[in-house]
């Protein structure tokens, strides 16, 4: 037996724009946030071999209310988004959705970083304040209150406008950025396993509280976050 509610949803998912907007970037933030400025070299870390960080990699939420030192954060970030595939994946379709997916991050006893909400520019080389005074705290109480969110250093986020995102892909653009999302959270995963540092995807939130926190425009959500920082 075919339902044929299974075949709509099977048919709205199909199609996809045939040539995407890669630059069709969108602002999801209501307020603009303060100029870029590039983030600090990053210090020298041996690297760990790539078999041993994959295999060793889990998911650690043990956070601890450690400073995070300015060398360690700069690497992590230059591990993340060195090379990364933003307008330039090989795959035409994940190279659209990146280009409408926004990230961002709230910092949390970060030397260097005063406590607040900063988007990155599309490469990662550059991150703004928009806004201090949003905490990790803030965040945990909309990602169902998993208290251990608001004890980490780093909250990475991953923001999209939908309707922008559908209106240039389709209705399959949705699953291109949220698999481009989990790409990128894997990096964040990847990093933390090499720096000796805790992570911990969040896929669990409260959509409409998420938004208000964040100041994001309307059809903007929150698709995923990413918990990263010094553990026990
Ligand atoms: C997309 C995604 C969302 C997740 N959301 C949460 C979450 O909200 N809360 C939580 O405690 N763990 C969350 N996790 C972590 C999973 O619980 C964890 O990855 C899973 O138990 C497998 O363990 P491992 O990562 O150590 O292999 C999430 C992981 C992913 C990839």
Redesign the pocket.
């Known amino acids: 037996m075919i339902y044929d509610i299974l075949k709509d949803v099977y048919q709205a998912g199909i199609s996809i724009a045939r040539s995407p907007a890669v630059d069709s970037a969108t602002h999801v933030f209501a307020r603009k946030p303060d100029r870029m400025r590039p983030g600090p070299d990053p210090g020298p870390f041996e690297t760990m071999s790539f078999f041993h960080a994959v295999t060793h990699r889990?998911?650690r939420?043990n956070f601890s209310s450690q400073n995070l030192p300015e060398p360690v954060w700069a690497a992590f970030l230059n591990r993340v988004f060195t090379r990364i595939f933003a307008g330039q994946d090989p795959d035409e379709t994940g190279a659209a959705a990146s280009g409408f997916l926004e990230m961002a991050m709230i910092s949390r006893n970060m030397e260097g970083l005063a406590p607040g909400l900063y988007p990155f520019s599309r490469d990662g080389a550059a991150l703004a304040c928009r806004q201090t005074g949003v905490s990790a705290m803030d965040l945990a109480r909309v990602?169902l209150d998993?208290a251990w969110i608001g004890r980490a250093a780093m909250n990475f986020l991953f923001v999209v406008d939908l309707a922008a995102m559908e209106a240039a892909l389709g209705a399959r653009g949705y699953r291109y950025v949220m698999m481009h999302a989990?790409r990128v959270?894997q990096r964040l995963y990847m990093a933390a396993q090499e720096l000796g540092l805790g992570c911990?995807?969040?896929?669990?939130m409260y959509d409409k509280e998420a938004a208000a926190l964040l100041g994001l425009n309307h059809g903007s959500v929150l698709l995923?976050a990413v918990s990263a920082g010094p553990v026990k």
């Open positions: 889990r998911s939420r990602c998993q989990g959270g911990c995807g969040i896929g669990a995923y």
